[in-house]
């Protein structure tokens, strides 16, 4: 029963950070304080029932600051209660989305993002939440509709003279103590920080001498479940939202659970992942909770704290939970200013600033598609700049199959095989035999590149083609669309006497060629199995007087053996 007691331990430290990260990510999203701490409580316990790791925490996340705020905050005219029932309604709309998803077995989708894209619109996300927190730390309120309105508050309000150097004090204080206390993990630096920065504001009454923001009281108990109501005109951005959400959210769950799955040698299952932050979500989503996440910052103190099982999650639910039943004014003297500094630490740590250093020396267009989303999401907005970042990875995957490498091949003395001409100058070809090497999946966004560049390299032949053989083994798809072109290509081939043969190509690529009736069409002699069989059987055919660099080394080796003998 150790890991019963490592749990215990583990849950309470948890606390330390689940309750000021709560309140200030919901308030940075635009929904009162009491929303974060009731999607913790809740989002911990529905993982707990379905989630496949064993310490991995969710609770609301900086990550999803900004895409809630861009909701809430045009739709709910500053009416608390709106605010409420559009970022449950968000977590709803995400919760269902990533159970189908999940049960569909869909948890693949978030690796056709490449790392460049999710950095760029994560290092956006981070830029915005940043500015966004920015007057708050410094004492004043200031909004705009988008980054640069609110650049430009901000710039008003500082040359203004409009912020309260107590609270600006106090929340650069807290900035400074969460990063400084970062260097000892064990510590809850987070709480340690926020709890210094309100007794300074209790003990010297800070908030009636100084007018410094506090956050006030907080509801007493916990909520009854409902289903959050919203207005018909805001259907359509809640939809998005919420698919923005479980985009982000499922995101950064399934990388963190690869991780912790990788440290103790297990296998993470994504789509159960996806399943369970679904549940969690619409949890959240029917308790007036907000959207939540898989957390990079909760997770690691749940772990350094010696988290066995997923019930340390349930015993800092419970904590928050009690507190909220018994001393639910035990945060009221918080100062707004140090909650800002909570999601500013957290914002920066969203940054990726190192690896994006190494894609840029090794390849540069990469980066340049990382920043490209980076300003994205910082110009038009959080969700419209997720929604460009999943164009542009539509994209980026099509291009490489769009216009793939390919090559005619020849034989090199001395390296066995075929190899790319181009590489290899030296390289002898056959007479009359164009061997063409097909690099990607055959279909009909590259069908019409491939047919150009099949017929460019017999063009480009030094002799006459008789046959062209397609070495087949990259092509690990093909569709109608490229079966059609094929069979056009085959036709414009025979009409100028050269047989199209296929060699190396996989057999379910042959099955869908047989289905699509073309492998009857083109009949079974013009498929080989090798590249070498195909040259054999050309030469044969076709009486082709060709010498292999391999069998006059043969025949050398065979001439020494007979001068050895007696």
Known sequence: MAWLRHDLVAGLALTAVLLPVGIAYAVAAGVPAISGLYATIFGLLAYALFGPSRVLVLGPDSSLVALILGVVLPLSGGDAQRAVALAGMMALVSGMLCILAGTARLGFITELLSKPIRYGYMNGIALTVLVSQLPTLFGFSASGEGFPDEIRALIDGLLAHRSNWV????????????????????????????????????????????????????????????????????????????????????????????????RVGAASDPDQEMVALGAA??????????????????????EAAGAQTQLAGVVGAMAVAGLLMWAPNLLGSLPKAALAAVVIA???????????RRIYRIQRWEFWLSIGCLIGVVVLGAIPGIGLAIVIAVIEFLWDGWRPHCAVLGRVDGVKGYH???????????PGLVLFRWD??????????FRESVLDAVSNSPTPVRWLVVGAEPITSVD???????SELDSTLRQAGIDLCFAEMKDPVKDKLKRFGL?????????????????GRYLESESVAWVDWEDRAGDTANDTARALLP
């Open 440 to 449: 990607a999946p055959l279909f009909f966004a590259n069908a019409e590149f």
């Open 420 to 430: 790319d001409v181009t590489r290899y100058p030296a390289a002898r070809i056959v």
């Open 167 to 262: 609270s600006s004090a106090l929340g650069v204080g807290t900035l400074s103590a969460i990063l400084l206390l970062k260097r000892w993990k064990r510590l809850p630096g987070v709480l340690l920080a926020v709890v210094g920065a309100t007794l300074i504001v209790v003990l010297l009454n800070l908030s009636t001498s100084a007018g410094v923001p506090v956050l006030g009281p907080l509801p007493q108990g916990l909520p009854a479940i409902s289903l959050p109501m919203i207005r018909s005109g805001d259907i359509v951005p809640v939809l998005l939202g919420g698919l923005a959400v479980a985009l982000v959210s499922f995101a950064d769950t399934s990388m963190l659970s690869r991780a912790y799955a990788a």
């Open 346 to 356: 957290s914002a920066l740590a969203l940054f990726e600033i190192n690896d994006l």
């Open 480 to 486: 109608v669309t490229s079966s059609d072109v094929l």
């Open 281 to 302: 979500n619409l949890a959240a989503g029917l308790l007036q909770g907000i959207p939540i996440s898989a957390s990079a910052s909760r997770t690691p103190v749940a």
């Open 519 to 535: 492998f009857s069409r083109l009949g079974e002699q013009r498929f080989f199995a090798t590249m070498g069989e195909a040259v």
